[in-house]
């Protein structure tokens, strides 16, 4: 090329940039627009969620969603992929992605909003029948976990059938029209979208999945047999789903977690990391038993940071704390953000967020703090890090089973029903029953959310692991540990997955670090 025709190439060049930035700027003009009218309405929608989920009070989501219509549409999210392509700032770049992901995924959600609506609002209402008394729906599993007779525990399960078929019925509508809405978006499928907006390979870790269940397998079936055979007095033969809540609902060790102390053991735990949380004015948690509350914990971040707030129904023992503390390290994290853009407080990937929880949650089986804590006797101690080792086994496999399922779901496989069963139940070792199917739809969460957790399983441990190096086994007692947990909730969700664990000096989100420490509890259980 000649010097002239170098000239030329730049001058071209330069002249198709300038032409671009006036669009680059309107366009980044108008997305700050946007963004500000998402943080408005995510601060609404939490708070209707929070008052639904702690007081039963009705949810009209598809009502908030009417009334932002014009925040997601398809020229929007066309506007910030073009935007999200130009920026050549890589931290802008970034926001744009996350708002991308945050803009198409409430695409569909306030596309089958009224759908969900339906569908909570049901279940909030919903009521089952066993020998003549009515009994609310998000009850019975609560009544399974303190049910002593298997034969109720049974009635109880098969009592809610009519109820998931007319929840199938519903989640059936929108699983098509999100299947329909993705294809509008122009993604080839549902994994190929969920793939690009959570930036990392759902195919890639498939096989991560797979390997987990293979590594595990034999392991977990003598677990699983002893367990059952210890705490609930029978076998492998006569296991179904419907003795699930009852064998992690152990009374055996309830006594040693009670209701009364589960708000101080929080505190006390925390304090030794200097984390007073009685004194964190933008961190509220509600233990109040309402009829209409839902049983399972959560954490709600209104405002973030200004105002997290944390549910909770106490349905007394060792449950109660684990739920507890493991949403209170998804409250710390929110409570903690140091971010000030609508993307790195709202739309991170929840990977990140959920090794926090699981952090904080794990703090319960860790051996140094049992000792410390003098909770209960020794022997006592050791059945129950055993238990806690059996249960991490239990949930890892049941959520591989849970990915798997949802990948062949997604992609149209013809007996979906079948599948689920045969998968669950290979993973988790239940004997079958014609009711299991029928959670098939009820069982799956949106944008697989699976694969997050599981990842989170296995950073949480390669976090720990770093904790016990650089602080040593009880490092939950050192005010630097909760320094160095501060400087990472900073961040709020501005990293990824991948990046968060490079942040810790490693290469790759793996099971290795997972599966040796659940052998090393097995091996202390045993000493």
Same mark, same amino acid.
């Given at each position: 090329m000649t010097t002239l025709s170098r000239l030329a190439t730049i001058t071209a060049i330069a002249l198709l940039l300038a032409a671009c930035a006036p669009q680059h700027h309107k366009d980044i003009q108008r997305i700050d627009s946007l963004r500000v009218e998402a943080e408005e309405l995510v601060k609404v929608q939490s708070?209707?969620?929070?008052?639904?989920?702690? $007081? @039963? /009070?009705? !949810?009209?989501?598809?009502?908030?969603?009417?009334?932002?219509?014009?925040?997601?549409?398809?020229?929007?999210?066309?506007l910030v992929r073009r935007a999200e392509a130009e920026e050549p700032d890589s931290l802008q770049k970034k926001r744009l992605r996350y708002f991308l992901r945050y803009l198409t995924t409430e695409f569909i959600n306030k596309e089958v909003a009224p759908l969900t609506d339906r569908v909570s609002n049901y279940e909030a209402s919903a009521v089952v029948n066993v020998e003549g008394t009515s009994?609310?729906?998000?009850?019975?599993?609560?009544l399974m976990a303190n049910e002593r007779r298997q034969s109720v525990r049974a009635l109880l399960y098969q009592a809610q059938n009519p109820v998931l078929d007319s929840l199938t019925?519903?989640?059936?509508?929108?699983?098509?029209?999100?299947?329909?809405?993705?294809?509008?978006?122009?993604?080839?499928? $549902? @994994? /190929?979208? !969920?793939?690009?907006l959570k930036e990392f390979s759902l195919e890639g870790f498939r096989a991560t999945a797979e390997q987990t269940l293979a590594a595990t397998d034999s392991l977990y079936r003598a677990l699983l047999s002893e367990m059952v055979r210890r705490y609930l007095g029978?076998?492998?033969?006569?296991?179904?789903?419907?003795?699930?809540?009852?064998?992690?609902?152990?009374?055996?060790?309830d006594k040693y977690f009670t209701g009364a102390s589960l708000l101080n053991v929080l505190n006390s735990t925390y304090s030794g990391m200097g984390i007073d949380i009685p004194a964190m004015k933008n961190l509220s948690i509600d233990t109040v038993g309402r009829a209409g509350k839902s049983p399972r914990?959560?954490?709600?971040?209104?405002?973030?940071?200004?105002?997290?707030?944390?549910?909770?129904?106490?349905?007394?023992?060792?449950?109660?704390?684990?739920?507890?503390f493991h949403e209170i390290g998804h409250a710390l994290h929110y409570a903690g953000t140091r971010e000030?853009?609508?993307?790195?407080?709202?739309?991170?990937?929840?990977?990140?967020?959920?090794?926090?929880?699981?952090?904080?949650?794990?703090i319960l089986a860790n051996q140094a703090w049992l000792r410390i804590r003098k909770l209960?006797?020794?022997?006592?101690?050791?059945?129950?890090?055993?238990?806690?080792?059996?249960?991490?086994?239990?949930?890892?496999?049941?959520?591989?089973?849970?990915?798997?399922?949802?990948?062949?779901?997604?992609?149209g496989v013809s007996r979906p029903d079948s599948l689920y069963t045969a998968l669950q139940t290979a993973a988790i070792g239940t004997q079958q029953t014609s009711s299991d199917a029928k959670r098939y739809l009820a069982d799956v969460d949106a944008f697989y959310y699976s694969?997050?957790?599981?990842?989170?399983?296995?950073?949480?441990?390669?976090?720990?692991?770093?904790?016990t190096r650089e602080y040593g086994v009880n490092w939950f007692e050192h005010p630097r540990a909760g320094e160095y947990l501060r400087s990472l909730w900073a961040f709020g969700d501005r990293l990824n997955g991948d990046e968060f664990l490079r942040s810790l000096g490693y290469a790759s989100i793996s099971p290795v670090a997972w599966l040796a420490e659940i052998k090393d509890m097995l091996r202390f259980s045993l000493k």
């Amino acid at each position: 090329m000649t010097t002239l025709s170098r000239l030329a190439t730049i001058t071209a060049i330069a002249l198709l940039l300038a032409a671009c930035a006036p669009q680059h700027h309107k366009d980044i003009q108008r997305i700050d627009s946007l963004r500000v009218e998402a943080e408005e309405l995510v601060k609404v929608q939490s708070l209707m969620g929070f008052r639904s989920w702690a $007081y @039963g /009070a009705t !949810a009209n989501q598809d009502s908030l969603y009417r009334a932002h219509s014009h925040l997601f549409t398809g020229d929007n999210i066309a506007l910030v992929r073009r935007a999200e392509a130009e920026e050549p700032d890589s931290l802008q770049k970034k926001r744009l992605r996350y708002f991308l992901r945050y803009l198409t995924t409430e695409f569909i959600n306030k596309e089958v909003a009224p759908l969900t609506d339906r569908v909570s609002n049901y279940e909030a209402s919903a009521v089952v029948n066993v020998e003549g008394t009515s009994i609310p729906y998000r009850q019975v599993g609560t009544l399974m976990a303190n049910e002593r007779r298997q034969s109720v525990r049974a009635l109880l399960y098969q009592a809610q059938n009519p109820v998931l078929d007319s929840l199938t019925t519903m989640l059936r509508l929108i699983e098509e029209a999100t299947l329909r809405l993705t294809r509008d978006l122009d993604y080839p499928s $549902y @994994g /190929a979208m !969920a793939g690009i907006l959570k930036e990392f390979s759902l195919e890639g870790f498939r096989a991560t999945a797979e390997q987990t269940l293979a590594a595990t397998d034999s392991l977990y079936r003598a677990l699983l047999s002893e367990m059952v055979r210890r705490y609930l007095g029978s076998d492998l033969k006569t296991f179904y789903v419907y003795d699930l809540a009852r064998l992690f609902h152990n009374s055996q060790f309830d006594k040693y977690f009670t209701g009364a102390s589960l708000l101080n053991v929080l505190n006390s735990t925390y304090s030794g990391m200097g984390i007073d949380i009685p004194a964190m004015k933008n961190l509220s948690i509600d233990t109040v038993g309402r009829a209409g509350k839902s049983p399972r914990a959560v954490c709600y971040p209104i405002d973030v940071p200004t105002d997290i707030r944390l549910s909770i129904k106490p349905i007394g023992g060792w449950n109660d704390f684990s739920a507890l503390f493991h949403e209170i390290g998804h409250a710390l994290h929110y409570a903690g953000t140091r971010e000030n853009s609508f993307e790195f407080k709202y739309a991170g990937e929840p990977t990140v967020t959920e090794t926090y929880a699981f952090l904080s949650e794990y703090i319960l089986a860790n051996q140094a703090w049992l000792r410390i804590r003098k909770l209960m006797p020794t022997p006592i101690l050791k059945d129950f890090v055993r238990f806690q080792a059996f249960h991490r086994l239990f949930f890892v496999r049941r959520y591989c089973a849970k990915f798997l399922y949802e990948l062949q779901l997604h992609s149209g496989v013809s007996r979906p029903d079948s599948l689920y069963t045969a998968l669950q139940t290979a993973a988790i070792g239940t004997q079958q029953t014609s009711s299991d199917a029928k959670r098939y739809l009820a069982d799956v969460d949106a944008f697989y959310y699976s694969a997050g957790y599981l990842r989170a399983w296995f950073l949480e441990s390669q976090l720990n692991e770093k904790l016990t190096r650089e602080y040593g086994v009880n490092w939950f007692e050192h005010p630097r540990a909760g320094e160095y947990l501060r400087s990472l909730w900073a961040f709020g969700d501005r990293l990824n997955g991948d990046e968060f664990l490079r942040s810790l000096g490693y290469a790759s989100i793996s099971p290795v670090a997972w599966l040796a420490e659940i052998k090393d509890m097995l091996r202390f259980s045993l000493k």
